[in-house]
């Protein structure tokens, strides 16, 4: 059973950075496209970032250019660099199968506050 650890949120301040990771339990980003997604209060889920098998990245608009998904398959690790944080990308962030999620994968998430 596949189980995805995210971690790297926290509180940081407008135009702050932060790096999240997602561990995976077993070497599956040779099998899936992986994505970061975020759900903000109030709101559904979203997928921001996604990267394929082969490395082709895509980003939601309000992330574009601020974020940068990326992957590291030896250690079975997919990474989202945050810059230039903004109060409205406060929310847990759960890493997922992409672009349809897998249920049975979602995780804890890690959440993200941005705020002065």
């Known amino acids: 059973q596949v189980q995805l ?4 949120g926290g509180l940081v301040q407008p135009g702050g950075s932060l790096r999240l990771s997602c561990a995976a339990s077993g070497n599956i980003f040779r099998l899936y496209g992986m994505g970061w997604y975020r759900q903000a209060p109030g709101t559904q889920r979203e997928l ?25 398959n030896a250690k079975n690790t997919v990474y989202l ?36």
């Open 5 to 8: 650890v995210e971690s790297g």
């Open 81 to 116: 660099q945050m810059t230039s944080l903004q109060p409205d990308d406060t929310g847990v962030y759960y890493c997922n199968a992409a672009p349809v999620a897998v249920s049975a994968w979602w995780g804890q998430g890690t959440q993200v506050i941005v705020s002065s």
């Open 48 to 72: 921001v970032a996604s990267i394929t098998r082969d490395g082709s990245t895509n980003y939601a608009d309000s992330v574009k250019g601020r974020f940068t998904i990326s992957g590291d």
